[in-house]
Structures are given as structure tokens and as C-alpha cells.
């Protein structure tokens, strides 16, 4: 803490005014329709060649000599706006830009937007407009970020059709997932088919996988920044769509004009609506079936200027998926069903301190439970006796955080903050509940709730001298369970070397501590995952990640940027072989559980086109990724499940005109890792007295093969979309069509073992084979959504 508070006080001296005279302009840099602040827009002086970039609600600071300045604001798809003036004394400046008439640069930047990507020191890190997902290619129409930043390099998806995020041989619970600044445990509807995330409602994405500023941590492999909306401060608009599986609605408008707006979306699936009166209709006169099939979302979010320094913010996410159903005849009832979701909700202050000084204080709530329930109820001669039994876990976060963004001048950018967060868990339990005979049976079985208290502390500063920009910065944590105490210290190091006008070298460390786990299987992710916190068995995830990379932009449209990297996770967690945690709740979870190591490295190519008619990008990845437990495989190094050596993503936009939109995206990847048994041999199956049971016979036990050893077959498939646009006097219209898998190749989910019997032509002679067999679930699918916005 002492030379956290040292190292503060050197930089805090760094913006003391030395020589010349200087003045400061600070503001706001905002849509000039909608009022939305706008984030990372450039703020440059022709004169000086000094600029500032907006932070994430639009606030710059640039502090120049006395002097007449030569402005530039500008943000990638608006039209520029340049102000000159005589700087003599400190400035506040608003502005609104103003949207381009016609946008010809929608991008996925691996930069912020409107910045060169060498000019920056941040690397393994790519924003993704939300102009650009919902242009995407995707499976029933249904837009979605997650599927998304599966194409990018270094991410990969968990299987077919999955949304979950496997990035740089980390696992999903090892991303940090922030919905305006919210922790977010379950990302995913329908089992993983869907993501959480209307698009609909959210402002930015930005995902980054290494070189971690300080500001960051509590994961080790990457952070996903998602923010919504603030809601129009001018005037009133919506937009939606209607799909074959989901409909879809977002409005935001001003409460008061220029000082209070609000936004809320929705989003529901309606399987539940079509099938329920088709199941209704075929079953039995005197039976009755209920069925509940659907998942909803819904976000909400309240914006409040005070003054020109003060500002408000309450938002909120609720979301559930529902799978249920009710069966009831004369004679009984049975009710059977899970359902899964989030509650998020913060409440932001924004507070200019001074015009190089913004502070961001948020109050954040985040819960996700999962409840399993299964009834039954018996009717006999007027009795009846019912027996119910209900499986519940979760987790839930009430958190504070400060953040600090001071900006001395324009060659230090310095950040630093606070928070505390306590977590509570259920780790899984099971309450049992009958009555029968006047009798009466209740009783709770499993694990008891779990508390801890998680700290952070971080300084950094992205400071500039000449050719070299260096973000140097230090993330302290610790974290409190029962009666231990757990604390790391972690540095922070990013480089970047600018050769030339349009060359850089960029070079990063940073070190990550996780303290709270979630218990998964390897092949595939339940809503019944359990988050658990690290204990005084159960050590803390660490990891420390090197990584050197290039960039350089041809001309103004192509952006190329090559990254290596290198991984190394200790303290990583996993079931031991066969434990499961649904089945022997008595006995405590980390008796289930093992840690072990984990080894990540490889390469990542990235080349986009961001201008012009035709825009997109291809990514490649080449990649190793290595787990190794003491207790599986015999304590041998296996590949990761997600291991693959080969990653290829290619996107494609093309805007035919102004009504007709293509899009492609071709995808390739290597097998998914797999373990298969290799060989088999009888085993007696043994009566009372130890002697073979004559009766029964003999028993097959099937074993060895070293874990994932096999792969599955290569991945690859093409999805095709086109957009047809149509304006009207007061509102827009999109139809969209789609087909995902176009060439329909038949890509495997899953293995089995198949039976069949041979019959040997030479011999005359019949006899039983086996083989594995990969399953597809996904064929070619077709879809088509309506869009509109007004």
C-alpha cells in the first residue's frame, strides 16, 4: 500500500506545470442526436501534434502552451468537426457529432475506433461495433455478440453452435464478463446455443485477451467490456425485429429533454406459444399438460444530468431461461422443470473533479441461481401424498468501485481505484419434502452457503516519451474466506515502438490472480456449474502472460497486426476423474475437485478492411494448450479439450447499393481433442461366496487410452446472409435471410460407440464389430427475420 500511494504521488507531480504557461480544454464528446457520449473519440491539435482520446463516457482532457490550437474532434462514422481559437485560459468545450451522411467504414477495429493500430500501446485487444455483429451471418437469425468474437483470432467457441469463450487456452470461467461494469456469471440462453446479450441495447464491445491494463483483474484470460445504451436525450426511437424463434423490442427517449432519458429492451422466445396447443390438442380427453419452453431478457437503463459534472446512471438485466411442464390427469399431477438466470443491476456517479481530474463511483448487484424442481402428488380413495425435490445453486455479488481517470497532460494518461465486493454461495443443495398419512418429510441435503470478501487496489499510466509509449501499472488484490486471507501483487507492462509513420513494435506482461472457480465438466457446460471461491484447500488461480506482436496500417484501409504469445496458469481447477457433483451431495465439493497447470502459446494474424464497399477481416490462429493434474491421466500432460492447432475465420461484407446488403463468414478448425477407450476384457461377475455367477455371466470392463489423445474431424462451414433495406418517410425496414451451413458439411458434436454386426463372405461367418461414430446435430438451416427502426 506505501509504495502504491509513492508511486500515485510521483505521477500526480508528473502534471505540475513546468516553463510555458499552460491551459487546459476539457468536455464532452457526445452523438449530436441521441446525446450518447461517444467512446474514444479523437481529440487532436494540428498545431502542437498533441491529442487525447475520450474515455468510456466521453469525458477528454488536453493540456497545451498558450497558443492559438487547431482542433480536430472526429470519431469513426461521423463527420469531422474543427474548432480554432487562442488559448489563454483553461476551456470546457461540448461537442456533438454529427452522423455521416452515408458510412462507409463499419469495422471491427483492433484498436479503438478511430485511432491507427500502432499507434497505441494496447495489444491483444478488439473492439466490435455493434454495426458490424448485427451484419454478421447467424444461426436462426438471432444476432449474437458472443458468436461474434468467436471469429476473431485467439477465441474459439466450445462446440457446435456454442456461445461460450475459450480464449488463449483459458476456459470460459476464466473470462471476465461486464455488463456496464457488472460481473456477469452465465452468458449463455438455451443451453448455449444463445448468448445473454440483446444486441439491440448495447452501445460497445471490447474484448481483450492479454497485455491487461491494472485496471483489470479477478480472471486470467481475458475481459469482455459490454455497455449499454444511456438512452436518446432528444427524441423518441425504437427499433426490433421479429424471427422465426424470437421477438425482439428496444425504445429510449427523453423523460426530460437534454437532462433526463431512459432505454429499455426486451427480448422472448415463443416455442412454448406454438407447440403447447398442438400437445394440448393430441393428448387424452381428462389430461391436461401445461408447458413452459422459452427464455426472456430484459434491459433497463436511467440516465440523469445534475449539471454539467455531474451525472447519474441505474441500469439493470434480468434474464431467465424456463423449461418446464405440468402434467395433470384425475388421478395426480406431476411437475417437473430447470430454469436458470441473472439479475444485474448498478448504479453509476459520474463527477468531474476538475478538468483533468473525472471520478466513476458504481454500486453493482449481481446474482444467478439455478433451480431444478421435480413434484409429484398422488390421489387414492381421498388421500392424497405428494413428493417434491428441488436442486438450487448460485451465486450472488453486492460490490463497490471507484475509479480515478487523471490526465496531467498529453503524455500521461494515469488511472487508479478501489473496489471490494462480497460474494455469498450456494454450492449446490437438495430439499427433499413429502407427505403422506398425516406424515410429514422434510429435510436439506448438500453443501452450506459460502462467503467471501474480495479487494482491489490499482494504479496505472499510459505514459509517452518520443517513439515510445509504455503502459506501466500494478493490480494489488486480495480476497478473505473463512479464515484465511489471500493477497497477490500483480505487475503490469505494456510496450509499443513506433517505426516510422506507420510501423510499430508492441511488447506485453501481466500477471492475474483468480479467487473463485467454477466446477464444469470438460465437455460440456451446464446451467448446474457451480461456482465455489478458493479456500484454505483450494489455492487461487495465478497465471503470467508474455506476449510481442507488430502492427502496421497499408494505406488507410488495411490493418495488419501479428501476435505471439506465451501462457503459463498454475493452481487451475477440475473434477477428478469420475466425480460428479449431482450425484453424492453429501459429501463436501472440494473432496470432488483437483488442481493442476496449465501451458498456453501460439500465434495470432489478424488483417482487416475497414473502408469502402466491400469490408471484413480473416484471422488465424496457431495455437498449443497443455493441462496437466496429478491426479488424471496418471499425472501425464494431456491437450486441453479446446486444444486446436488451427483456428481460420474469413468475414465479408459487401453493400451491393443502399438496399442490398451480403455477408459471408467461412470458418476452420481443428478437431476438438477427445478421449476414447482403446481396449476391453471380461470380468466374472461374481454371486454370493465369491464364485461366478453362472446365471449372470460375464461383464465387459472397457479402459485405456491416455486422456484426449484422439481428435474429432477438422470444423469447417460457410453462413450466408442478405440484407434488403427499405426507407420510408419515418421509419427503416430489413429483411433479412440467412442460412447457416450453407454446403452443409457435417460437422461432429459428439462421439458414440456403434454395434454392428459383419458378415465374413469367406468364413460364412457373422460377427460383431464396433466403432465410434461422430454425431451432427446441426444440418443446413435456413432462417429469416424482419427488422425495423423508427
Not at 557 to 578: A, C, D, T
Not at 681 to 687: K, L, N, Q
Amino acid at each position: 500500500m506505501k509504495h502504491l500511494l509513492s508511486a500515485l504521488f510521483f505521477l500526480l507531480a508528473c502534471g505540475l506545470p513546468a516553463g510555458a504557461q499552460k491551459h487546459t480544454i476539457s468536455g464532452y464528446i457526445r452523438d449530436a442526436g441521441s446525446g450518447e457520449p461517444l467512446i474514444s473519440a479523437n481529440v487532436y491539435d494540428s498545431r502542437s501534434s498533441s491529442g487525447a482520446v475520450t474515455n468510456t463516457y466521453g469525458f477528454f482532457s488536453l493540456t497545451l502552451p498558450a497558443d492559438s490550437v487547431f482542433l480536430s474532434f472526429s470519431y469513426i462514422g461521423y463527420d469531422a468537426v474543427r474548432r480554432e481559437l487562442y488559448l489563454d485560459k483553461d476551456i470546457s468545450l461540448n461537442i456533438g457529432l454529427e452522423g455521416a451522411v452515408q458510412l462507409e467504414e463499419v469495422v471491427v477495429s483492433s484498436t479503438k475506433s478511430g485511432a491507427r493500430i500502432e499507434e497505441r500501446t494496447q495489444m491483444s485487444q478488439i473492439d466490435v461495433p455493434i454495426a458490424q455483429i448485427k451484419r454478421v451471418p447467424a444461426l436462426l437469425g438471432e444476432v449474437d455478440v458472443l458468436k461474434a468474437l468467436q471469429l476473431l483470432p485467439g477465441v474459439q467457441s466450445g462446440g457446435e453452435g456454442q456461445t461460450g469463450l475459450y480464449v488463449r487456452g483459458g476456459s470460459p470461467d476464466q473470462n471476465l464478463v461486464l455488463l456496464d461494469g457488472v460481473p456477469v456469471y452465465n452468458v449463455s440462453h438455451l443451453l448455449g446455443i444463445f448468448s445473454v446479450f440483446n444486441a439491440d441495447a448495447i452501445k460497445n464491445v471490447t474484448l481483450t485477451k492479454g497485455g491487461f491494463p491494472a485496471r483489470y483483474g479477478g480472471r486470467l484470460s481475458s475481459v469482455l467490456e459490454i455497455n449499454m445504451k444511456e438512452g436518446n436525450l432528444q427524441e423518441f426511437h425504437g427499433e426490433g425485429a421479429i424471427g422465426l424463434i424470437s421477438s425482439k423490442l428496444a425504445l429510449e427517449a427523453p423523460i426530460v429533454k437534454d437532462k433526463t432519458s431512459f432505454l429499455i429492451s426486451g427480448r422472448r422466445t415463443y416455442a412454448d406459444l406454438i407447440f403447447a396447443p398442438i400437445i394440448n390438442a393430441s393428448e387424452e380427453p381428462g389430461t391436461d399438460l401445461k408447458l413452459d419452453l422459452y427464455f426472456y431478457d430484459v434491459n433497463a437503463k436511467i440516465q440523469h444530468k445534475i449539471n454539467d459534472k455531474h451525472r447519474l446512471y441505474l441500469s439493470g438485466y434480468f434474464g431467465s431461461d424456463v423449461f418446464a411442464n405440468e402434467f395433470r390427469e384425475e388421478d395426480g399431477r406431476f411437475k417437473g422443470g430447470i430454469d436458470w438466470g441473472n439479475v444485474i443491476s448498478a448504479l453509476r456517479w459520474n463527477w468531474q473533479l476538475s478538468n483533468k481530474l473525472f471520478a466513476n463511483t458504481t454500486l453493482t448487484y449481481s446474482r444467478y441461481r439455478v433451480d431444478i424442481l421435480a413434484e409429484f402428488e398422488d390421489r387414492f380413495e381421498g388421500e392424497t401424498e405428494t413428493y417434491s425435490a428441488k436442486y438450487f445453486s448460485g451465486i450472488e455479488d453486492l460490490a463497490a468501485r471507484v475509479d480515478f481517470d487523471f490526465i496531467p497532460n498529453p503524455r500521461h494518461y494515469v488511472r487508479f481505484g478501489a473496489s471490494a465486493t462480497n460474494h455469498r454461495y450456494e454450492p449446490g443443495a437438495l430439499a427433499l419434502n413429502a407427505e403422506f398419512a398425516e406424515e410429514q418429510f422434510d429435510t436439506l441435503v448438500g453443501s452450506q452457503n459460502d462467503y467471501s470478501t474480495e479487494y482491489a487496489l490499482y494504479l496505472e499510466d499510459d505514459m509517452q516519451f518520443g517513439a515510445l509509449k509504455a503502459n506501466l501499472g500494478v493490480h494489488a488484490s486480495g480476497f478473505a474466506v473463512d479464515d484465511k486471507f489471500y493477497s497477490s501483487v500483480q505487475p503490469r507492462l505494456g510496450l509499443r515502438y513506433l517505426l516510422g509513420s506507420n510501423w510499430s513494435l508492441k511488447g506485453s506482461f501481466a500477471t492475474m490472480t483468480q479467487f473463485i472457480n467454477l466446477l464444469t465438466s470438460e465437455s460440456f457446460s451446464l446451467p448446474t456449474d457451480l461456482w465455489v471461491p478458493s479456500t484454505a484447500r483450494i489455492k487461487p488461480q495465478q497465471s503470467w502472460q508474455a506476449a510481442l506482436g507488430a502492427a502496421r496500417t497499408f494505406g488507410d484501409e488495411y490493418e495488419v497486426s501479428l501476435e505471439g504469445y506465451y501462457k503459463q496458469m498454475h493452481n487451475v481447477i477440475s473434477y477428478k476423474e469420475g466425480a460428479s457433483f449431482l450425484f453424492g451431495l453429501e459429501n463436501d465439493w472440494q473432496e470432488k475437485v483437483t488442481q493442476g497447470d496449465g501451458e498456453s502459446y501460439g500465434l495470432e494474424l489478424f488483417i482487416q478492411k475497414k473502408t469502402g464497399r466491400l469490408s471484413g477481416w480473416l484471422g488465424y490462429t496457431l495455437s498449443w494448450n497443455w493441462r496437466q493434474f496429478d491426479e488424471i491421466n496418471s499425472g501425464r500432460r494431456f491437450p486441453f479439450r479446446y486444444d486446436r492447432r488451427h483456428d481460420v475465420s474469413l468475414v465479408l461484407n459487401y453493400e451491393m447499393d443502399e438496399k442490398v446488403t451480403f455477408s459471408a463468414a467461412w470458418i476452420y478448425g481443428t478437431g476438438n481433442a477427445v478421449t476414447l477407450n482403446t481396449f476391453r476384457y471380461p470380468h466374472d461377475v461374481y454371486g454370493g461366496g465369491g464364485f461366478p455367477n453362472p446365471f449372470v455371466g460375464n461383464a465387459e470392463i472397457e479402459s485405456g487410452g491416455r486422456k484426449n489423445a484422439f481428435r474429432m474431424s477438422d470444423y469447417h462451414r460457410l453462413d450466408l446472409s442478405f440484407q434488403f433495406h427499405k426507407k420510408k418517410r419515418k421509419w427503416e425496414r430489413t429483411w433479412v435471410f440467412g442460412v447457416y451451413n450453407a454446403y452443409y458439411h457435417r460437422n461432429p458434436y459428439y462421439m458414440i460407440l456403434d454395434r454392428e454386426r459383419v458378415f465374413d463372405t469367406e468364413t460364412g461367418q457373422s460377427y460383431e464389430t464396433r466403432r465410434f461414430r461422430e454425431v451432427s446435430i446441426l444440418p443446413i438451416i435456413p432462417s429469416v427475420s424482419y427488422q425495423f427502426k423508427f
